[in-house]
């Protein structure tokens, strides 16, 4: 063991300026399903948690921080409705959990799952932290964090890497849709959707073919009259056909029309003229009270804006790794494009701090 690195680290949980500072190898951002396979990992590559016992004299340590109150990560704050079906989230690496009822809420299941998970590997998952900014700091990257409750309380984590598990939940996309601000009705992401009764009170119009969207489609209709719009011919998975979804394929209303060309005050408008196979037509102008808007989400990486990266260029990464940066991997959704593997990421990172 490294006696002054240990030292190091016991002397640096003081406060300096009313800022604590402590380094570590290894900090993971979000406790997702990405963040907890990564910390999975850490702890089998032999990497021991900060808030395990003796941590500060331990060889080799990383810290996982989670913005959320409690374990689930994002799963927690989706609509009631949402079913497990649509979660796919129970085959964490070394604790694989039989799925519960197809039909049960998501949001109730999952942070379930999430919490035994981080118990049985003893992660110690520090909640709810916050990560303001990631900035270089000498031969390290300085992870700037604060407690979600008590601002004041802040840490700054220095790490010789970075798993970025940030996800995308809080960076919903808005299409830019001609006339989408005149629109006189109400407009909602299914990310702040809580209850379908919000939207039940005249036609909606759905828009998105993900899995979420075709779960909130067959809720939707047995409430409300709507219209299912999407940018391709929608394919409902086998695993999202639960008896609500079968349902709302029997009763027809499973069936979509192609994207909008523009919005108006009181509804929207889609293209004249015959469509694709795979669509159904219909009327020029739909009249509708509420439009629902499935369209996904954007990588959330505001935070490393600090590390003036190029993330969206196409050779920014290699991988999760970042090719100006390899110190940074970014895995799940927080990477471009949804790729990036957890488990390369810690490889990754294991072979260049030698550990």
């Not at 075709?214 to 409430?223: G, I, K």
Request: hydrophobic share 45%; charged share 20%.
């Amino acid at each position: 063991m490294d006696v002054s690195l240990a030292q190091s680290r016991r002397s640096l949980r003081s406060s300096h300026g009313g800022l604590r500072v402590v380094d570590v190898d290894v900090v993971v951002i979000g406790a997702g399903r990405s963040g907890l396979t990564a910390a999975h990992h850490l702890r089998r590559a032999g990497l021991t948690a900060v808030g395990a016992p003796g941590w500060e004299q331990a060889p080799a340590t990383f810290v996982m921080i989670d913005d959320s109150p409690s374990p689930g990560g994002t799963w927690q704050d989706r609509w009631a409705g949402l079913p497990v079906a649509a979660a796919r989230v129970f085959d964490l690496p070394g604790m694989t959990s039989p799925s519960p009822d197809p039909t049960a809420p998501a949001r109730d299941a999952v942070p379930v799952y999430f919490r035994q998970y981080e118990a049985a590997f003893a992660l110690h998952v520090l909640r709810p932290a916050r990560v303001d900014r990631v900035r270089h700091d000498g031969e390290r990257l300085a992870v700037h964090t604060h407690h979600v409750v008590r601002h004041e309380d802040k840490v700054v984590w220095r790490a010789r890497g970075v798993v970025n598990a940030t996800g995308s939940w809080s960076r919903p996309f808005w299409p830019h849709i001609q006339g989408r601000e005149t629109f006189d009705g109400r407009q909602v992401h299914i990310r702040d959707l809580v209850d379908v009764a919000e939207v039940a009170d005249g036609h909606t119009v759905l828009v998105g073919a993900c899995s979420a969207a075709v779960h909130l489609l067959a809720a939707l209709s047995e409430v409300t009259n709507l219209t299912w719009v999407t940018r391709r011919p929608p394919r409902i998975a086998d695993t999202d056909l639960t008896p609500a979804v079968r349902q709302a394929i029997a009763r027809g209303v499973a069936v979509a029309r192609p994207e909008l060309v523009r919005i108006g005050r009181r509804g929207v408008w889609f293209r004249p003229g015959p469509v694709e196979e795979g669509w159904v037509d219909g009327p020029p102008f739909v009249a509708a009270r509420s439009i629902v808007w499935a369209t996904g989400f954007r990588p959330a990486v505001a935070h490393l804006t600090p590390l003036h990266l190029r993330l969206k260029t196409k050779d920014a990464l290699d991988g999760p790794e970042v090719v100006a940066e390899p110190r940074l991997q970014l895995v799940g959704s927080s990477a471009p494009g949804g790729g990036g593997s957890p488990l390369v990421a810690v490889r990754n990172l294991l072979r260049l701090l030698g550990l």
